[in-house]
């Protein structure tokens, strides 16, 4: 049921987008078999286009939704069950009461279609070319029922040939097949009033066109006359095309109208952008999973490049020695870009006392490159805050020698940093000392 709500919401917009269209620009218009076609448009567009659902691909990661499981003391409060017992309760009564009225709304249109049937089989009926006249004092209002025309026997004759001529308009363009769409419509969607509407815009451009029809050889003064002359209040079978129905009003209008520029037609094409933006409303995401392109580490054991740690079991290691940045490039060059894992097996050890021995001194001179990357970085971090101190800057001594700037001074070229502060500055250095002094000894000044 929720897929057919979806699916009825869907349709609803496009039949009110189609409907919205033809009310506001087509409708005053005079070129009715265009309007039938685009109407008939619509309805095929609110049928088929709901089925179509655009799916783009995103690359990422599937959104996932978190559970939160209710454990035995996290019960739902006693009222809040009850509301929910009920909306599940009315959920499941949803189509009951949707089959339910379309059962009473079909019953009611078969009454009336049974109806007509026994009134064409019981009727005087009188064969012509392209249609069949029944004529009956019973009924007090003209309409056609597929291909048969029906007029009550009062009818005089001048009218009755208005008559005959409009109805055989209906017959001719197959009017009925709209209408028995728009029934069909009525009854699937019978809660939604857009259809409703759609329904009596088709009646009532089906009644401009015939209209038209009958004018090419009559006069309109007389035709309005007979027109008024059938008015009446009565029911009109859903699926008959009736002379009377009852938009007389409007009929009258129509038939005084100029005939239309024709250039107005092009704002049936308002439908196109407005049914592209329905479909990108509706459309899908499908999440993809993105390539996840690992920097693996270059892994060595006893030497020899492996691709995976996953088969070496840790009661077989000897020892495990990890390279990183500068100190992987510089021996193992483009490949030791990520790191690399020096392993040594037991096996391996016992068989190359040697080795083993070497691999321990590799591991000692990598840690002293670490303390010597750690020292430099110090360095480097103090000269920054030197040249970039935001509050008095101290007195600067590289080598002896007062300077305003350290920053044509590479890391690598100083030897050691020494600091004054207060009294011990100023003793020594007087009044410039006050913010403190910075003594540089440079590697150059050492040697």
């Known amino acids: 049921m929720e897929a057919y709500g979806i699916y009825s919401l869907k349709a609803g917009i496009i039949l009110t987008v189609f409907w919205g269209i033809y009310m506001l620009f087509l409708q005053k218009e005079t070129f009715y078999r265009f309007n039938r076609g685009f109407l008939l448009t619509g309805i095929a567009a609110a049928v088929l286009l709901p089925l179509i659902v655009i799916r783009y691909t995103v690359e990422g990661y599937t959104p996932s939704v978190p559970a939160f499981p209710l454990s035995g003391t996290e019960a739902i409060p006693e009222g809040t069950a009850n509301d929910y017992t009920l909306l599940q309760l009315c959920i499941r009564l949803l189509p009951v009461v949707y089959l339910t009225i379309v059962a009473v709304l079909s019953i009611v249109r078969c009454v009336g279609v049974v109806r007509i049937i026994q009134t064409i089989r019981h009727g005087n009926l009188k064969r012509y070319a392209g249609y069949h006249l029944i004529e ?20 005089k004759k001048e009218e009755k040939d208005m008559i005959l001529k409009h109805e055989n308009a209906h017959i001719g363009q197959k009017h009925w097949i ?18 409703q509407f759609y329904g009596k815009a088709v009646r009532n ?19 309005q006359q007979t027109l008024l002359n059938q008015w009446f209040h009565a029911r009109v079978f ?14 009258i209008n129509m038939m005084k109208k100029n005939i239309s520029n024709p250039t107005k037609k092009l704002f049936a094409l308002l439908a196109i952008p407005a049914i592209a933006i329905f479909l990108m409303a509706f459309s899908q995401k499908e999440y993809v999973a993105k ?7 270059l892994i060595l054991v006893d030497g020899k490049e492996i691709p995976s740690i996953d088969n070496i079991l840790p009661d077989e290691i000897y020892s495990i020695t990890v390279l990183k940045d500068n100190s992987a490039t510089s021996i193992y060059g483009e490949k030791g870009k990520n790191g690399v894992i020096l392993i040594t097996s037991k096996a391996f050890a016992k068989q190359n006392p040697e080795s083993a021995q070497l691999k321990t001194e590799m591991e000692q001179q990598h840690h002293e490159l670490e303390k010597n990357n750690e020292e430099q970085m110090t360095k480097t971090l103090s000269i920054s805050f030197l040249n970039n101190s935001p509050f008095d800057k101290p007195l600067l001594m590289v080598d002896g020698k007062e300077v305003s700037t350290v920053d044509n001074l590479l890391p690598e070229e100083i030897e050691s940093i020494s600091v004054l502060k207060e009294n011990s500055a100023t003793a020594v250095y007087g ?3 006050k913010n403190g002094v910075i003594l540089i000894t440079t590697k150059k000044s050492q040697k």
């Open 136 to 155: 009956l004092s019973e009924f007090d209002h003209a309409f056609s029922f597929f291909r048969f025309v029906f007029i009550p026997s009062s009818v």
């Open 178 to 195: 709209d209408l028995c769409i728009t029934n069909i419509l009525s009854l699937m969607w019978w809660f939604n009033p857009i259809v």
């Open 205 to 223: 451009n089906h009644e401009y066109f015939a209209d038209r029809e009958v004018l090419a050889g009559y006069e309109q003064k007389n035709y």
């Open 238 to 251: 859903p699926i008959a095309s009736s002379f009377s129905h009852n938009n007389n009003l409007k009929r």
């Open 291 to 297: 390539d996840i392109k690992e920097d693996k580490p």
């Open 431 to 433: 009044e410039k000392g």
